[in-house]
């Protein structure tokens, strides 16, 4: 018979190891719970895949961040989430690859509205180097809110501007913006080393040294760059453009991101002047250049790419490059229209870029896809590209571009980054015969009605997750402190049309 204090013991004992069987179960053995989103019969689904398949019912079940099943048969499971898509168009998140979001605060200044590039550039620099960290931290957080509501669930961001008077960390502060907002991430780390004093076009006191510009690659490669499937970051290096650094630098970035497995990217044959500037300076055009360099190289890949021979066609498709077309840009600053239609025959890997807001004024990819259909006809009819070319573009081009096989499509173990569109609009009323392609064809209004990227929806219009009308009103402050500061700092008019 236990004595009274051995049963005690007996009890204590027995609670303590249930209390450690639950709490051990609970890490260790127990499955892991599942977040579930199931999205039942769809409108249409353009699912991006390598046969292009496209259906209308049946499901998409998400599971955690990954694409578990998708068909034309109806499911129906308990999940954690359903949305009833029978008036929703679904693609793969859009992959937006050449920005400036910085440039969300000098949209259409008029003395640089009717601008070409170079005297647009000078100009520009002028209220570029007034920076700050805040104004980096609003800005990112304007263009990449634009960039989601029209679909994109990854972007790139080419941020090259280092102004003396501000931090020397400004990627770090875009990558907190792009983490709050849930949305996938590759910026590049952007250089210039040739101001003025050197023959560049920048002020001085907005480049850096090439030693800074290394050491301040190795930290954010070695901070933030994820090579893992799935990745919500990912750093790539992109000089401004071939004129702005030196060449050795230019060779020493190509070799330092292939020994790190980084994807490259610059500037390339966007204008005229820039060919003809290249032939004098360096008497070479700008592929041969690139060439040279050891830039042709399938982990590149090019914002613009306008003006190129066959030749120089040719060989970009043989290397594997990646080209983002910026049809926008290139018609506001007339720089010329892209030989898309040739570059996608040699095997370029075509994405689309929105290019920055001072050369677009816009961050809106369903806009870039429509530009880039239309901008397409006003060459011969072989040249004209699809609604169906474009959305492509816009997903597998860009996942291609970034270097990724994991996002742009929608297919079982793909990363569950979806967009979903009501077409049930004033604007796409009589456009049903073909829902995929009214997407591209007709002009939206109002933001993705879904947006979930790797699982998780990070935009429901029907809720509003960020204080928009706080963050329009500090921009707008920004905006104006920068045109002004820049103006008495330099008695350039700014506002007036007609200054030189
Ligand atoms: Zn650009």
Sequence with gaps: MESHGACVIKTIFNFLLSIFTMLFASKYNSPKIMKTILIKNPLAVATMNDNGAEFSGGHILIEDSIIKSIGTEALDIPADEIIDASDMV?????????????????????????????????NHYEVWREITTEAIQVSTQIGLLEL?????????????????????????????????????????????????????????????????????????????HDTSPGAMIRISLAPCSPFSVTQKLMKQTALYANDNQLQVHTHLAETLDEEKFCLETLG???VGLMQELGWLTDNSWYAHAVHLNDAEIKIMGQNQVGVSHCPSSNMRLGSGIARIRELLDAGVKVSLGVDGSASNDSSDMLLEMRNAMLISRLREKQYWLTARNVLRMATRGGAAALGRDDIGELSVGKQADLAL??????????????PVS???????????????????IIFNSEQSHVDEAKLIEKQNRIAVEMIQQAQSRTGIDFLNHNSK
């Design 90 to 122: 679904i693609t793969p998140g859009f992959i937006n690859t050449h920005h400036h979001l910085y440039q969300t605060l000098t949209r259409n200044i008029p003395l640089m509205q009717d601008q070409p590039l170079f005297p647009w550039l000078t």
């Design 148 to 224: 989601l509501k029209s679909g994109v669930t990854t972007t790139s961001d080419h941020l090259y501007l280092f102004p003396a008077q501000a931090s020397p960390e400004l990627i770090d502060t875009e990558i907190e913006a792009a983490r709050a907002l849930g949305v996938r991430f590759q910026p590049t780390r952007g250089s210039m080393s040739l101001g003025k004093s050197k023959g560049g076009l920048p002020p001085d006191d907005v480049v850096q040294t090439e030693t800074e510009i290394q050491k301040d690659t190795e930290r954010l490669v070695a901070k933030y």
């Design 284 to 286: 070479q055009r700008p």
């Design 421 to 434: 569109f009501d077409m049930g609009g004033l604007s796409q009323a009589g456009s049903l015969s073909d």
């Design 438 to 456: 009214s997407l591209i064809f007709t002009t939206r209004r109002g933001s993705v009605d879904y947006l979930i990227v790797q699982g998780q």
